[in-house]
């Protein structure tokens, strides 16, 4: 019994030491979108910054996806239980502003051109990240996680049907996979995508056609949005065909759970080609060469028949946000942590480790100078496609309020249009647009100052 | 609005609740007036339970330009008004006729004597209770009249204002065919769900029963699924049914079936939900049945093996009504796990989908609360559902209730 007390006592006097001990770091906590290797990666990185500057504690915490860490977000701000740091995804942007919880990084940096020895050079990024997160003239979040819609091909079955590059138009796609279906040991389908609703965004922006009216939301408030355009009921309709003539995989999953599947239906072989981010680069073309086939990367096919051709692609991904009304030793603590983890070394990394574009000029410089890129060529198809693509409304990408909720209307159209035998996908596309509509209507009578 | 609105309402309410109680008054031998003068107060309060924080919205004349009004909000407001009515006369109805049998039984002179277990102080009980009561009040019972208050207005988390939409929150249900589909989905699933997984629990569970060598180990092992939590089951099914790649259309083309359209065609997913719940439940179901098969007295069973019954007859007509306590219990709790408990295995298996086709109440609950962040929608949809699962509660001790046979 004695020592039983002894041991409490000590244990008493431990437990007590530990905060004390912790207490001496300011802990920056900081919530991200992923919980695979991505995660690793950034607890990683967040460890190396506390070995380098002691003073901070940054703690990295995960979630599965996108959707989920917006909601968790709106419900810690309900709580004054935000971290300093988010990851908010792009369609999140205008429900960010109107939030009212971050602040921009640039008012964060002022003037200053360095923060405990880590540079803040905002220019140092690349001209369509840098475009994309400038937000009334400010730089407004971090970017980190940039990506593209690209497509990954298995050209091993695709050599094998005499296809010998990856198709870039509808139509080409079409004859590739009546080729593909005709082989006798043809993959139980050709293509698959994830049915999310950033897919038809890209699709839409290809086609120069817009997703909300007042430009895309970008000269005035996104009041109603436009995406049963023309460019959407071809979209729709061109994959009801392909659906229809058993080329394309649908698996029925829709938004964050979709991606899924779509690895699984690919990296099974089960189909030759999948429409992807370019977030999973290393992802897919490692898994083909572990199992024995070549992944090729390439642009987004594109329908041949738009009136203006091939007019470009928009940005994808997450940028981190700033959380506002932190005290200034957690505020820098912030700054240091968003600019050392995207500086030139880290950014090359993260690139190389996933997929996203490298963010820096200095860090595009430093793979080339490398030889990263004629190693391995599948890597600097995402950024040749942004590079090349023009600058017009419709590629800025639409800057609208309720934007998440109104993607799960999308996918669900296209559910609608994939699943019902003899769908319009005029009236369905019509009847989607008349719900995100109202939809938007309400966001912007209670959020629009 | 009208200014004369209120008036005729509180009118009517004290019309109704002085007829009402002067009658149940008159019944149970007091005054009549007495009783109808009670009546009036009381159904001018019951009236306006719900009117006066409504502010008489769906009897307003003009337009208002968050909601409109229609035939549906009016008789809803009728509605409201009979509930109104109902939950303050029909209590005190009550109490005039517990109050008149006391008086009549003639116990009065008794109510001083002490009676063995009872506590002397009879503000003990209440001190008890308090801190149990403390924590319902602000954890279970406000939350629940904050919904009843979001369910009337057009609100988002996030969103610095919110805007008084009167009762259109559950009258557009009325309209919408979608939720319609969805009270049919739900039902569909949860009696699947509670029919199928009892049965094959039931089975499992006597062939588990048997003096098997390692029987321990096989009932241990049947319980496993329940430990594990709806979302890895989700997942888990998620891998196993995926249309393309998963392993269980891969084991039906290698005995010669066609692949099932798991995720992707409507008339398939809700039986991977079904299927995938079943599984999770089963665990729970088994053990309850194994527990209630130790108690089937052995002799019974031998006394009707004398009288010539083979063995099903046996299980028929001894094994299962003598089950029926256990039987009556799981009904219950595996029809509140298929309409709230479900929710989890949907989100990660199908998301509701394809075609909404395994879009149930409670997941549409979340989709229009959580994932669209309506949350006045999501309130006043969360206690629709909670209307529906305490009337099928009440209907089921109602009915099968009485036919449960507890034993001698």
Redesign the interface.
């Known amino acids: 019994m004695k020592r039983l007390f002894a041991l409490f006592i000590l244990l008493t006097f431990v437990l007590t030491l530990v905060p004390v001990a912790a207490q001496d770091a300011t802990e920056v906590k900081v919530w991200i979108a992923f919980t695979d290797n991505r995660l690793d990666w950034a607890k990683a990185k967040a460890e190396e910054f506390n070995a380098a500057l002691p003073q901070y504690n940054v703690v990295v915490e995960g979630y599965s996806n996108y959707?989920e860490l917006f909601?968790a977000t709106?419900?810690a701000?309900?709580q004054n239980a935000l971290p300093a740091i988010v990851q908010y995804f792009e369609v999140a942007s205008q429900?960010a502003i109107d939030?009212?919880?971050f602040k921009p990084i640039a008012d964060a940096v002022g003037d200053r051109t360095e923060i405990n020895g880590i540079a803040t050079n905002l220019d140092d990024f690349i001209g369509p990240v840098a475009a994309y997160y400038t937000i009334n003239g400010k730089f407004n979040s971090m970017p980190w996680n940039t990506s593209s819609a690209i497509m990954f091909s298995n050209q091993t079955i695709l050599d094998k049907a005499g296809v010998d590059a990856p198709p870039t138009t509808w139509a080409e796609m079409d004859a590739a996979c009546e080729k593909v279906m005709a082989m006798s040991d043809a993959p139980?389908?050709c293509f698959?995508w994830p049915n999310h609703g950033w897919f038809f965004e890209q699709w839409l922006a290809q086609q120069d056609a817009p997703f909300a009216n007042n430009d895309n939301g970008r000269t005035e408030r996104a009041t109603e949005v436009a995406f049963n355009n023309d460019a959407g009921v071809a979209l729709l309709s061109w994959l009801k065909e392909e659906k229809d003539k058993g080329y394309l995989?649908?698996?029925?999953?829709?938004?964050g759970?979709s991606w899924?599947?779509v690895d699984?239906?690919f990296?099974?072989q089960?189909?030759a080609m999948a429409v992807y981010s370019s977030s999973d680069t290393a992802i897919y073309t490692n898994t083909g060469k572990e199992n024995g086939y070549e992944v090729v990367a390439s642009f987004l096919p594109y329908n041949q028949d738009a009136p203006g051709g091939w007019t470009g692609n928009l940005i994808g991904g997450a940028s981190l946000w700033l959380v506002d009304g932190l005290s200034t030793e957690v505020e820098d603590g912030a700054l240091s942590f968003l600019f050392w983890l995207t500086n030139t070394q880290n950014a090359a990394e993260w690139h190389q480790v996933t997929g996203y574009m490298p963010i820096r000029l200095s860090a595009v410089a430093e793979l080339e100078a490398a030889g990263w890129f004629t190693e391995n060529p599948n890597f600097i198809v995402a950024a040749n496609q942004l590079s090349e693509s023009q600058k017009t409304i419709a590629t800025a990408g639409a800057l609208m309020g309720?934007f998440?909720?109104i993607r799960?209307i999308v996918t669900?159209a296209i559910?609608?249009v994939l699943?019902?035998a003899d769908a319009d996908p005029k009236a369905i596309l019509d009847e989607a647009a008349a719900e995100a509509n109202a939809?938007l209507a309400?966001?912007n009578?209670?959020?629009a100052s | 609005m009208n200014a004369a609105t209120p008036l005729i309402i509180a009118l009517v309410g004290a019309l109704i609740g002085a007829s009402f109680l002067g009658w149940t008054f008159r019944q149970q031998g007091y005054r009549m007036e007495f009783g109808a003068l009670i009546g009036i107060a009381a159904g001018v309060v019951g009236a306006l339970l719900f009117m006066m924080p409504l502010d008489f919205c769906m009897f307003q004349a003009e337009p208002d330009p968050?909601f409109k009004i229609d035939s549906v909000d009016v008789i809803f407001g009728i509605m409201l008004i009979a509930i109104g009515l109902a939950i303050v006369l029909l209590p005190v109805a009550a109490i005039v006729r517990w109050r008149a049998s006391r008086r009549s039984s003639e116990l009065l002179a008794d109510a001083n004597a002490v009676v063995p277990g009872a506590f002397k102080s009879r503000w003990m009980p209440i001190v008890l209770l308090i801190p149990t009561i403390a924590i319902l009040a602000l954890f279970l019972y406000y939350p629940s009249l904050d919904t009843i208050r979001l369910s009337t207005l057009?609100?988002?988390?996030?969103?610095?204002?919110?805007?008084f939409v009167c009762v259109d929150n559950y009258t557009s249900l009325v309209s919408n065919p979608e939720y319609i589909r969805s009270i049919g989905i739900t039902f569909f699933i949860g009696i699947a769900v509670v029919v199928i997984g009892l049965v094959l629990s039931l089975l499992i569970a006597t062939m588990a029963y048997q003096p098997l060598t390692g029987a321990r180990i096989y009932r241990t092992l049947l319980i496993w699924p329940y430990a594990i939590s709806p979302a890895v089951a989700g997942i888990i099914f998620?891998?196993m049914f995926?249309?393309?790649?998963?392993i269980i259309n891969y084991f039906l083309d290698r005995v010669g079936i066609a692949?099932v359209?798991w995720?992707?065609?409507?008339v398939a997913?809700p039986w991977a939900v079904i299927i995938a719940s079943i599984w999770k439940s089963m665990g729970f179901n088994i053990l309850f049945y194994i527990a209630g098969l130790q108690n089937v007295p052995k002799d019974l069973q031998e006394s009707a093996a004398i009288d010539g019954a083979n063995v099903v007859q046996r299980f028929w007509y001894v094994v299962i009504p003598l089950l029926s306590p256990i039987t009556f219990f799981l009904v219950i709790t595996n029809l509140t796990y298929a309409f709230f408990e479900t929710f989890g295995t949907i989100d990660?298996l199908?998301?509701g989908?394809?075609?909404?086709s395994t879009m149930t109440l409670m997941y549409r609950v979340y989709?229009v609360g959580?994932?669209?962040?309506?949350l006045g929608k999501g309130a006043a949809q969360s206690i629709v559902l909670f209307l529906i699962v305490v009337g099928l509660t009440i209907f089921q001790f109602g009915s099968s209730g009485r036919r449960v046979n507890y034993g001698a």
């Open positions: 959707e909601n709106q419900l701000a309900e429900d939030s009212g919880y139980q389908y698959t995989y649908y698996s029925g999953a829709q938004g759970d899924g599947t699984q239906a990296q099974g089960q189909t309720n998440p909720a799960n669900n559910d609608k699943l019902t939809s309400e966001y009578a209670l959020s | 968050l057009l609100a988002r988390l996030g969103a610095p204002r919110t805007a998620l891998l995926n249309p393309a790649g998963g692949p359209g995720l992707n065609d409507p997913a990660y199908t998301g989908g394809p075609l909404k989709e959580v994932v669209t962040n309506d």
